[in-house]
């Protein structure tokens, strides 16, 4: 192989290098000590972390294989060469600034070296990084026995490629009424004398070709499925007749095993089928998750595809009982793989960078997850802890800014992660972030199965921890209040004041208008509709106990059939919590605001009384509350027009 130019490049424990040969076409080969290097070479091309292949060991060292296009090439090979115009060879890591960094002027910061890297490392952004480079060339030695694994994989690919190309053009020409033909063929194996292998061939064929369907094209298979793949009700009928008319025990019992049988829809046996295949059980959950999109988007589809996705739930429900998944804890160390799909999962408050994810699985953090067998590497349900010694009011004591001023991610000087715990001083788990990755999941209890585990877990870890609490966001809480301000606008509120009198008087002060409610309703509607009110100390302050007592009430009063509206409220008190402190000005982040105007709230669990309250939620609706949200309640009927005391707290 002919290259035109080769370079490697050391950083921090790790080595990758990267060749561009005489046909434009971008190789590389990655070393490495620390997991974090695959993902790392991935991001500066974009890809994930699946497009590296590990293709050989030699020498100690685990071999990373990577392709791109042209353009990528170019962008790296510009990117690596800029690279080693403005860092100095000799900078070392934690030096303040670089040598080279006055000749351009260079002044700012990047959000990690990643980030950095995929910049481009821009002059004229001035992105400057603390990364200990080293250009040098490979020995003679190296450089064989490189070109020779990549010669090997170059091989190995050409073959996979002619066929992955092939089947795909073949898949790409496959037209949904031959896909159709399939499932009828598959569907017609049920109950017949076939060898296994057959049906298991006809199977694979079928969730491959279902998988280049278009959307509408999922549709059509979806309801020919759902129909014709259901219980044949005719067949049912006549049992059912021939079980009411058939008095000898032993016929009852035949017809009995027969009915059964009859009441299994013939997808059910095809849910089976794929199940058995590799990867089967995450090709349901996908499947899953286009049944409950195209239901959800199309609203004129049968009840058929409903009832299918109920059948769909059950079967995976079984697969994924509580008594089939791992919990493992991720940390630092963990796989490259795991880490980028905790930071892609994370729904409650998204990573901002490497530095960020280093933070949440560092000292006085905790994240574990539950994995499945069928889904290795997978995360099925994420639960992020933070360990203190009080329950805190804010997400940003938990949750900091992790936009570090030229900080490595293999630093861990200001992370909060470098720290060694204190075991003595924990005594508080705090359950600020659950994640279910997987939206073919939903329905399925997973996360309360997990908190459970977990806290067990802390228990063993560190035996002076007593309290557990979450701290969560109150989503929809802004858009529910802000319809109760238009409501109250159209005289329509039921006779609540959302307002009382005193509260009027200081709103027309500070707004400039009328002390009238409508007005004020009105004038409040906008502002809270476009986040205005954030910048403004007084609106805010007055804001407070209207808005936390509403909050409390939004989380407490408003149900829907007994239980609680909000979602993660019915979570935490199904699972037998207390709603216990509502937080003022707890998440004053754009999303937090949008979300619940700021405000949190913390569902304790008191581990002696939680089957208790669970029961009493589940079977009478009854929730429990602390003095502090009741007192919020009480000030809602004007019960109490005097603020909140820090003494009313449980």
């Known amino acids: 192989m002919t290259m035109n130019w080769m370079n490697r490049v050391q950083r921090k424990g790790f080595l990758f290098d990267y060749f561009l ?66 860092l100095s060879p000799t900078l070392p890591i934690g030096s303040s600034r670089s040598p080279m960094s006055s000749m351009f002027n260079l002044a700012g910061e990047a959000d990690d070296d990643i980030g950095a890297l995929s910049a481009g490392f821009d002059r004229r952004r001035a992105l ?68 296994h292998i057959i049906v298991e061939n006809a199977v694979k064929e079928l969730c491959t070709a279902y998988d280049f369907l278009e959307e509408t094209e999922k549709l059509t298979f979806l309801n020919k499925l759902a129909l014709n793949g259901s219980v044949d009700h005719d067949s049912v009928k006549k049992l059912a007749k021939s079980l009411v008319e058939t008095s000898d025990e032993n016929s009852q019992l035949n017809i009995q095993e027969r009915l059964r049988i009859a ?116 995360p099925v349900v994420v639960l992020h802890t933070a360990l203190t010694d009080h329950i805190p009011s804010s997400i940003g004591y938990i949750v900091a800014n992790s936009r570090m001023r030229m900080m490595s991610v293999d630093s861990s000087s200001d992370l909060g992660c470098g720290s060694t715990e204190d075991a003595h001083t924990i005594t508080t788990a705090i359950f600020y972030s659950i994640t279910s990755t997987q939206k073919g999941l939903a329905g399925i209890e997973l996360g309360n199965y997990l908190i459970k585990r977990v806290v067990k877990e802390l228990q063993k870890e560190f035996p002076k921890i007593a309290v557990f609490s979450s701290l969560s966001p109150i989503p929809g809480f802004r858009n529910w209040f802000l319809g109760e301000l238009k409501a109250t606008q159209k005289n329509s509120s039921e006779g609540l004041n959302l307002i009382n009198q005193e509260e009027i008087k200081r709103f027309s002060t500070i707004l400039g208008c009328e002390a009238d409610e409508n007005e004020i309703c009105t004038r409040l509607h906008c502002l809270i509709a476009q986040n205005d009110w954030v910048e403004d100390e007084s609106l805010m302050e007055a804001l407070e106990n209207v808005l936390m007592r509403h909050c409390a009430r939004y989380l407490v009063l408003v149900k829907r059939r007994g239980f609680a509206l909000n979602s993660v409220a019915n979570f935490h008190l199904k699972n037998g919590a207390v709603v216990w402190r509502l937080n003022w000005k707890a998440n004053m982040k754009p999303r937090g605001v949008s979300e619940s105007c700021g405000i949190m709230v913390n569902y304790r669990y008191f581990l002696d009384d939680c089957e208790k309250n669970s029961q009493e939620y589940m079977e009478n609706q009854v929730m429990k509350s602390s003095d502090q949200v009741k007192h919020l309640i009480r000030m809602v009927s004007n019960e109490v027009s005097s603020p909140v005391s820090p003494k009313m707290i449980v």
Request: with cysteine.
């Open 128 to 195: 400057r990084r603390r990364l200990s480079t080293v250009f040098d060339t490979p020995s003679e030695n190296e450089t064989k026995q490189i070109e020779k694994l990549i010669t090997q994989t170059k091989h190995r690919d050409s073959i996979n490629e002619e066929s992955d190309d092939s089947f795909e053009e073949k898949s790409k020409g496959i037209k949904v009424q031959d896909v159709l033909t399939q499932l009828d063929k598959v569907i017609g194996f049920r109950g017949r004398n076939i060898s």
């Open 263 to 378: 009441l299994i829809p013939k997808y059910q046996w095809l849910f089976s089928q794929i199940g058995r295949l590799e990867g089967g059980v995450k090709f349901l959950v996908d499947f899953r998750t286009d049944l409950s999109e195209i239901s959800l988007k199309y609203s004129d589809t049968s009840l058929h595809l409903k009832t299918m996705n109920n059948s769909l739930r059950e079967k995976i429900e079984m697969w994924f009982a509580v008594g089939f998944l791992n919990l493992e804890r991720v940390t630092w160390n963990s796989s490259c793989d795991m880490l980028q799909k905790i930071s892609e999962y994370e729904a409650v408050h998204p990573m901002r960078n490497w530095t960020d994810l280093k933070r949440r699985v560092g000292s006085y953090r905790r994240c574990y997850v539950f994995t499945h067998g069928s889904m290795p590497g997978e």
């Open 21 to 86: 040969n005489y046909h434009n076409q971008f190789n590389i080969i990655c070393t490495y000590q620390k997991n974090t290097v695959v993902q790392y070479v991935c991001r500066v091309f974009r890809r994930s972390a699946g497009a590296g292949r590990k293709i050989s060991s030699w020498n100690n060292k685990s071999y990373y294989y990577y392709k791109c296009s042209s353009s990528q090439c170019r962008d790296f090979h510009t990117n690596t060469r800029t690279m080693s115009t403005v």
